[in-house]
């Protein structure tokens, strides 16, 4: 589904001295203006602290925005009455980046991936064991086996916990992820795998991904359009291939620049086995 970030502006603080402070606090987010075709992976790339999560919090109504309005196929995520916005939820959801934090370690796997089912019980009125055989559906679809079912989440690597948060991501049957940075606490080997496993959800369940990433090589590989963070501000946004091939900012030059190999056939993410 297509989401439209119009005029987004987000101030943090300021930290004391109120109105009479020429403080105004601290810019995360100034004017930002982005269109998320439906369909589409749209990447978003910066360095850190530039305000890739200050906008995905931002686009989940997680801080209130300071100016500007976030528009969910038209709607207005802002303006949403609190039903609303948790329905909107359901269809909107996010990865973390961190799999170690984002998973509550004293609930089994089984009852992690459950649990927006229970949240949304009013849209999936499921009984317990048509719970149960959804949440096995979902370890499946992340490459997970139902002996996984009753384990914790200390008993996982970090790739399988991202792919469990996956799971927990898609239980709600979102049609739009948001990604923030879902692979790069990971492993090189393991990062492959869990983007090669995002590419094909995305592929199988027609999901439109919000990718952001710190990392172009990741980019390139999972985004058909990409735009460029810096201190709070757009510098470039468009295709993947012309932003790549035909840089038109500074900074977007100098992020390329960084790259270790811009050569996308000797990627690590193109030969890494299927899952
Ligand atoms: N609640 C807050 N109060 C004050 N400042 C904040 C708050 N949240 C974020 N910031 C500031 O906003 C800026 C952007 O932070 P943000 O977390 O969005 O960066 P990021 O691009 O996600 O970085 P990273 O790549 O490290 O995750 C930072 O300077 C941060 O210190
Ligand atoms: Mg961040």
Redesign the pocket.
Known sequence: MSLDILNVTKI??PARGGILSRDEG?R?LDDVNLHVPKGSSFGLV??????????TRCILRLENLTRGRVLYEGTDIHGLTPRDLRRLRARLQIVF?DPYASLNPRMTIHDIVAEPLLIHRDLFRLSARQRSERVLELLEQVGLRSEHLFRYPHEFSGGQRQRIGIARALASRPDFLILD?PTSALDVSVQADVLNLLHRLQQELGLTYFFIS?DLGVIRYICDEVAV?YR?KLVEQGPVAEIFDRPRSDYTRMLLAAMPDPDPDKSPFRQSPTV
């Open positions: 943090f603080g601290f995360a910066g360095e850190s602290g530039s305000g890739k999560t200050t906008l980046q940075e710190h963070i709070g």
